[in-house]
Structures are given as C-alpha cells and as structure tokens.
C-alpha cells in the first residue's frame, strides 16, 4: 500500500495503517482547512457582511448625529460598545468613510515657542529632586489651561520637595 499521494485523504490513508503511520508524507490533522460551514464563509459571505455594515451604518449615523458630529472612530466605537455592541474600531474606520462622516479635528495650540537666541536658564539643583527637610529646596512649574474663547490661562506652582506639599 502507497502513502496518502495514491489513495483519498482519509480513505485508505497511510495514517490508518500501522506501517506508515507518522511518516512525512501524511498531513497532520490540525493542517487540513476546516470546512466552510464551520467558518461562516459558506452561510454568510458578502451579503452577511453588507447586511451587517447597513445595521452598523444606521447606528454609527444615529451615535454621530447625537454628538454634534464631533465623534471620530475611538468615541463612536467606545460608544456602541457601551449600548452592547460588539464591535471593533477597525470595522467603524472602514464604514465612517464610505458614509462620508468623520470627527472633527482638534488642533494643538503651541503654547511656548523658544528663542534659539536666549539664554538657558542654569540648573541650580543638579537634577536632584530630593530634600532631607522641609523648606530648603523648591520646584516650580507652568501650564496652560485652555478654555473655550481660544486663550489660554496660565497655571504656576511652586512644590517644596521635602514634603512635596504645595508651596504656591
């Protein structure tokens, strides 16, 4: 008797008999494709997949609409999954542009623009942001809070580093 190449796979195959059984011609059994019905390429196919994205495609227009056409793929998608949908941002980034929605586009504000000219400031502390008592070594830091006429409002601290309290 001939290995699998004469005979149909698993009819009179060489794994059914004790002389061949593990040589390498024989195709282990995790090797063979699984067949359509259990994948669901045979049930569903294109039409499946289209039905689906028009059910999606209604509630991705229904979850942009109530955000004022402000929510992109990351909110709409944390969106429908919060209602229970399963669905993965892949998905939505690849039906938003076919329906023509998108999110809108927030723009960072350059806040500090540096002189190349300027002096830098020297590092008086040495990079060392430990202090064994209080009140003998002080951070400071700045930030720019932005609020919604288009300017910013500027936040700065001073921290004393022995007990990282607030100093003003």
Request: proline share 6%.
């Amino acid at each position: 008797m001939r290995c699998c190449a004469s005979a149909a796979r698993g009819a009179g195959c060489c794994a059914s008999t004790d002389l061949f059984v593990g040589t390498a011609c024989c195709a282990p059994s995790w090797a063979s494709p699984a067949p359509a019905s259990t994948t669901g390429a045979g049930r569903r196919g294109p039409r499946g997949r289209q039905a689906g994205d028009a059910r999606l495609t209604a509630r991705i227009r229904a979850v942009h609409r109530e955000s004022d056409g402000t929510y992109g793929v990351p909110r709409i998608t944390a969106e429908l999954r919060g209602d229970g949908e399963r669905v993965d941002h892949k998905r939505i980034a690849r039906v938003m542009p076919s329906i023509n929605l998108a999110g809108v586009l927030r723009r960072r504000h350059r806040t500090t623009i540096t002189d190349p000219a300027a002096a830098k400031a020297p590092d008086l502390i040495g990079r060392d942001f430990t202090a064994s008592e209080p009140n003998t070594k002080y951070a400071g830091d700045i930030t720019y809070l932005p609020v919604n006429s288009g300017k910013f409002l500027y936040l700065a601290t001073v921290i004393d580093l022995a007990s990282r309290r607030l100093a003003g």
